[in-house]
């Protein structure tokens, strides 16, 4: 199989979990914001966020390192089980290591959804493993069939508990503990994890080696949530917590952009580890950058032009101030194409500690801008801190990835980009029907233009 029909048919496998995904937690986004009060979400939203950098930390990122080094055991099966085997054990290790002290920690805070929050920790640290297992066999049907199981679990689940028994926002980590706890049972048994587990062969020279590549990824994590969870403390510190579920909503809608970008990333370093060395990779990985940007700024800019019809019925009347936040959250999410294009390159070659110190930069970039300007301009400093944190590392991975791939950009490429987010952000705020359909029109004509020839070589594929 070619390069390029592999990593379509990756990318496409993965997309149609994505999809679904997205699609799900839409639909919890009116339930959310018409059922639950402003603070309580904004509270339990910055909860998640916590956990969100609780697990890298805790896990020392050993579910990366199980995919990168599974990734070059696609042949040998004895290798596989002592990759899988040494990472479960350490992970297990970890894990109870990290709760004991959690526990004890916390009896000295007084905080609401303190035992939800471990046990939603625990469930996703177990479904990452599990996850990132599928992927590094090359199993990418079972990988996107999970995270379709999982949304549904989680949909059915906030259902259950906010419309059934009235419960508050705890329902949300209560719901993601056993839509995590569902996707680790399903894909341990698709799989037969079993089978790998039951022999007496771990690896301490294994388990050093991926503790090796896998340590400097914490950073990394700590880097990104700095970079997208930050804001949320400091918005909850100054401006309250009700202004973080603002911040929240907004935030959701950028998502639907940056779930498309994960599911690329996912799947393009994979293949970016297979063909580092490949004798045309400058061609290569250029064209796929390229096209990269070329379809994911349609995304953004597709979500910014429709968003306007369709906003007012998704959300909640509480919550209706998110509106203006969105575009430049919006672009925020499509700098960071550009950064994970770059980041799958140093995953390629092994350079996590490159990985590290770039995000490390740019997230104190993210936190002085914010700090900066929130007392000026409010919930605006919190997207736009974190556009320039994601443009600043775009721009010095560009310059720095260049000692290992020199990747090459179409200048008119960029121009019409720019151009095109410039118009429909400007039909955006002005916020009439004719301009709305105007930047809708634009938005269509850009992503068709952009497009065309990746649409067809996908089909074709």
């Known amino acids: 199989m070619s390069r390029g029909k592999e990593l379509a048919k990756n990318t496409i496998i993965m997309l149609i979990g994505k999809i679904a ?51 070059d055991a696609r042949k040998d099966l004895k290798k596989q089980s002592i990759i899988i085997k040494t990472a479960f054990k350490d992970l297990i290790k970890r894990s109870i290591v990290v709760a004991i002290l959690y526990l004890i920690t916390v009896q000295f805070i007084d905080f609401n959804y303190k035992y939800y929050a471990l046990f ?69 048994i698709k799989l037969n994890i079993y089978s790998f587990l039951k022999r007496d062969n771990t690896s301490k020279a294994i388990s050093n080696k991926m503790l090796k590549y896998s340590a400097p990824l914490v950073p990394n994590s700590i880097s990104w949530w700095l970079i997208s969870s930050s804001d949320r403390t400091i918005v909850t510190a100054i401006l309250g917590a009700a202004a973080n579920g603002t ?3 907004a935030c959701k809608f950028p998502s639907i952009v940056s779930g498309f970008i994960s599911v690329f990333s996912y799947s393009w370093t994979e293949s970016a580890s297979l063909h ?64 994970l294009v770059y980041s799958a390159i140093y995953v390629a070659k092994k350079l996590t500690k490159k990985v590290a110190a770039t995000s490390i930069a740019s997230a104190i970039i993210n936190i002085i801008v914010d700090l900066a300007l929130i007392k000026f301009i409010g919930l605006y400093s919190a ?7 994601y443009l600043a590392m775009a721009i010095y991975r560009h310059i720095d990835i260049h000692k290992y791939v020199n990747i090459r950009y179409s200048v008119k490429d960029l121009l019409l980009a720019v151009l095109s987010v410039t118009i429909v952000s400007v039909c955006y705020y002005l916020d009439s029907f004719y301009l709305t359909i105007a930047g809708i029109m634009v938005a269509i004509f850009y992503t068709i233009f952009q497009n065309l020839k990746l649409f067809k070589k996908i089909l074709k594929k």
Request: proline content about 3%; some cysteine.
């Open 276 to 339: 580092i060395n490949d004798e045309d990779k400058d061609e290569y990985f250029s064209n796929v950058a390229g096209s990269a940007l070329r379809l994911f700024s349609s995304i953004g800019i597709g979500v910014i032009a429709f968003l306007p019809i369709v906003f007012n019925i998704i959300v909640g009347e509480e919550y209706r101030d998110s509106y203006s936040y969105i575009p430049i959250a919006v672009l925020a999410v499509i700098f960071n194409s550009i950064v």
């Open 247 to 249: 911040y929240a909503v």
């Open 120 to 188: 939603a920790a625990l469930s996703i640290g177990l479904s990452n493993m599990m996850l990132q297992i599928s992927r590094g066999l090359g199993k990418n049907l079972i990988y996107a069939f999970a995270a379709m199981v999982t949304a549904s679990a989680t949909i059915v689940s906030n259902l259950i508990f906010i419309c059934g028994f009235h419960f508050g926002a705890e329902s949300i980590l209560i719901s993601m503990t056993i839509a995590n706890v569902i996707c680790f049972g399903f894909i341990f």
């Open 383 to 389: 997207v736009i801190s974190t556009a320039v944190a």
């Open 21 to 71: 995904t997205q699609f799900l937690s839409f639909l919890l986004l009116p339930l959310y914001t018409h059922l639950l009060p402003k603070d309580e979400y904004g509270v339990v939203d910055l909860i998640s966020s916590y956990v969100s950098i609780a697990i890298p930390v805790a896990t020392l990122q050993l579910e990366m390192a199980a995919f990168r080094f599974l990734v």
